[in-house]
């Protein structure tokens, strides 16, 4: 396919992640005015969120097996208009069973959203340009944290919160749109990108554990911000949502920045991201009484765990022992995990221990993240790379080193010549 068509499904498949961590995150902003208007509780209206995440937790990798063998572009394409009709279904909802209702079929299609749409996003590029297209698609996410929530938000605090979600179904409409019309339509076993570039299972599964790890130590931090800006940075609450918006542009950066060296040193990436979300987590614990200090490290850890998140998504297409799209699932599953237990233990902790202890908690997760990490990188620093030449890192040795290596090793199995052209080559 084209370049310039392969940027266009590219860019539609970034909007919709942008699409659905805006409406995961939607009723943490409208909290108020939808429990107003529903009737409930502001407690119960928190179900939405809590409840969202663990259905995309618990159906991630059940439906992505049930859905195997369906093109991506049909099967992104029913996703988001399934993504459309149950979003546009919360505006019509006068109870909050029905509201809950159409918030578990969105969270249903963003279970396999989330499964399908990395490796569908890195077969429209070539292999060299894996991490890359995983940032892209990445930083929907996080410029919907920074500015897709926000806006939302302020649209449903002038117009009503049902305005809201009716706007983000029409964009929605429009992501789908591009989508269907731009997305090549291939079977999702075949490509460089169904499967993993060098399948390990051992580094799989320690990836998986990484993600928890470093997701549980990030939302402990993260979930009771505002508590500790105001506790203890001396902030007044009108402050926090600058605070919260430098996070989310530092979030921003991150991604791009990641984007930069993530196809050259995969592993070393993923060890200074999660080093530097510990190093944060931790200086807030120790520095956060002095503003300046609170702003920059709330700041740093919101883009180091942006980039790390990019970096999984990339080292995800690389070690995937058998099918990439259900070892994604595991990892969206994995990091569902981590937001769900990072909430709870910051909860459990911050009664007795006061909010420092809940960034003194996501930093000491973050540790025993690093620790896994960075022992895998020691012990196993080299692995083979796509196309078969070796590497470190997971990124290209030189040609010339690599061919010496296919001399000392003539009876090397063959790599598989990718199926399918794809933009870029």
Do not use: C
Not at 66 to 80: F, I, T
Not at 84 to 110: G, K, N
Not at 255 to 283: E, F, H, K, M, N
Not at 380 to 404: L, Y
């Amino acid at each position: 396919m084209g370049r310039g068509r392969a940027v266009g499904a590219l860019i539609g498949l970034s909007g919709g992640t942008f699409l659905y961590t805006t409406a995961e995150a939607l009723p943490i902003g409208l909290l108020l005015p939808m429990a107003g208007d529903l009737a409930v509780p502001p407690s119960q209206v928190g179900m939405l969120v809590t409840a969202y995440g663990a259905v995309v937790m618990v159906a991630s990798v059940p439906l992505t097996a049930l859905v195997r063998r369906v093109p991506r572009r049909r099967l992104l394409s029913a996703l988001l208009a399934g993504f459309v009709v149950s979003t546009a279904s919360t505006v019509l909802a006068d109870t909050f069973a029905l509201m809950l209702a159409a918030r578990m079929a969105t969270a249903a299609t963003h279970a396999l959203f989330w499964a399908v749409v990395v490796p569908a996003a890195a077969e429209l590029f070539r292999p060299a340009l894996r991490g890359r297209v995983v940032a892209i698609v990445f930083a929907g996410g996080n410029v919907a944290l920074t500015l897709g929530v926000p806006a939302g938000t302020w649209l449903g605090e002038r117009a009503g919160w049902r305005a809201s979600f009716l706007a983000v179904a029409g964009l929605g409409a429009i992501v789908l749109v591009v989508v269907a019309a731009l997305l090549p339509s291939t079977r999702p076993d075949q490509g460089h990108a169904a499967r993993g570039a060098t399948p390990d299972a051992r580094r799989f599964w320690l990836l998986v554990a990484v993600a928890v790890l470093a997701t549980a130590g990030a939302i402990a931090g993260y979930t009771y911000v505002a508590l500790f800006v105001t506790e203890v940075s001396g902030f007044a609450a009108a402050s926090v949502g600058a605070v919260l918006l430098a996070r989310g542009v530092a979030s921003v950066l991150g991604i791009i920045a990641v984007g930069v060296v993530v196809d050259r040193s995969p592993w070393l990436a993923l060890v200074v991201t999660v080093a530097v979300q510990s190093a944060a987590l931790l200086g807030l614990y120790a520095f956060g009484h002095r503003p300046a200090a609170a702003v920059v490290l709330i700041a740093l850890a919101g883009l180091a765990f942006a980039a790390f998140t990019a970096v999984l998504g990339g080292l995800v297409l690389r070690v995937a022992p058998g099918r990439s799209d259900l070892a994604a699932a595991t990892v969206s599953a994995a990091v569902n995990v981590g937001i769900t237990a990072g909430a709870f233990l910051g909860g459990l902790v911050l009664p007795g221990h006061g909010v420092r202890s809940t960034v003194l908690l996501g930093g000491l997760l973050g540790v025993v993240a690093l620790a896994i990490a960075l022992g895998e990188r020691l012990v196993r620093p080299a692995v083979v790379g796509a196309g078969g030449s070796a590497s470190v890192d997971g990124a290209a040795a030189p040609p010339g080193r690599a061919r010496r290596r296919r001399l000392a090793a003539p009876h090397a199995t063959p790599t598989r010549k990718p199926a399918g052209r794809s933009a870029g080559r």
